[in-house]
């Protein structure tokens, strides 16, 4: 009678750990990754093109989908509101969303070019250098990776971000302002800077040269990073292998995002000519430089609190 019921009780047990296996492995293959890339996208944009990640991530049960927007702290919003998993920004945003108590993790690194963001005036403007701009209107997104180079820059000119006038737009508002005279200067990144250039005459005022050298990052959702180390893994791994293509196939490149975007070959075209692609570990230097960018815009009263990167770094597993 013991017996009969212990292989009684084997034998349920042992459906019911299958019925969970085959339930497992069912969750698992309907796992989604949900990316935010910027307009352009860079990387991500080449990443989406060539199809490696899906082919790479569907082997582990994931399903990739991609969402765009149109700068980095609307992206971060959107990983803050769950509706997306990962995405790709510059310096600043991360920094905003730490500050504003959103639980990011900084997942990997990019270096940043000096001349993909400057700071712009119409090419007739009596406006020289960043000095002049005290009093003046400029248009920025903020807590983009261009409200640092606004405020990096004033601060080398001797100002502070409370000696101009911000006026806060995203890129296409900020275009409309810029070439209707709205605004005095416009702060932007590439490929907005570069369909501006060819766009229009204008003069740069200023770019990174000088200046603290500031990285883009790869960002993720604490929760989805902690719970899918290898699907982060295996996300940076073909970033690395899609960055390497990229240098040595610029041409390639500037067709597959002048069809994505929607722009010019020419614009696309010198915009990459001044970009590197370099996925990196998060190392104690871009880290500590980081933090230098957090402590200046608290030190500018930009963010409501002190951040610390370190905390936000993701440990895998």
């Known amino acids: 009678m013991v017996r009969s019921s212990l292989r009684r009780w084997l034998a349920q047990g042992a459906v019911l750990l299958a019925a969970l296996g085959v339930l497992a492995s069912v969750q698992a293959a309907d796992q989604p990754l949900r990316i935010g890339y910027q307009k352009g996208g860079g990387l991500l944009a080449v990443l989406k093109a060539q199809g490696t990640l899906e082919q790479a991530l569907g082997d582990q049960g994931y399903q ?3 969402r765009e927007f149109q700068a980095g702290p609307q992206l971060l919003e959107a990983l803050n509101a769950g509706s997306i ?4 920004t ?3 945003p991360p920094i905003f969303a730490q500050a504003a108590g959103i639980d990011l993790v900084y997942l990997g690194a990019e270096p940043a070019s000096e001349a993909v963001e400057a700071i712009l005036v119409p090419d007739g403007s009596p406006i020289r250098d960043v000095a002049e701009l005290k009093g003046k209107k400029v248009a920025v997104q903020k807590g983009s990776s261009a409200n640092f180079l606004l405020v990096a820059a004033l601060e080398k000119a001797g100002l502070s971000f409370k000696d101009i006038q911000p006026v806060y737009l995203p890129p296409a508002d900020a275009r409309a302002a810029f070439v209707n005279g709205s605004v005095d200067a ?3 990144w590439d490929p907005y800077l570069a369909a501006i250039q060819q766009g229009q005459p204008v003069r740069v005022l200023a770019d990174y040269k000088g200046l603290l050298h500031a990285n883009s990052f790869y960002e993720g959702s604490r929760r989805f990073a902690d719970a899918h180390p290898e699907a982060i893994r295996l996300l940076l791994a073909e970033l690395a292998k899609a960055g390497a293509w990229a240098n040595a196939h610029k041409p390639e490149v500037t067709r597959i995002l002048a069809e994505q975007i929607g722009l010019p070959e020419a614009v696309i075209a010198t915009w ?6 370099g ?3 998060l190392t104690p230097e871009i880290i500590a430089t ?7 815009f608290k030190a500018q009263g930009l963010i409501p609190r002190a951040v610390e990167v370190s905390q936000a770094v993701w440990q895998a597993p």
């Open 64 to 66: 990739v989908s991609w």
């Open 85 to 88: 998993d990962v995405g790709y």
């Open 90 to 92: 510059g310096s600043p």
């Open 186 to 188: 416009w702060v932007v």
């Open 272 to 277: 990459q000519a001044r970009t590197h692609y």
């Open 279 to 281: 996925v990196t570990t």
């Open 290 to 296: 980081q933090q230098q960018t957090a402590d200046i």
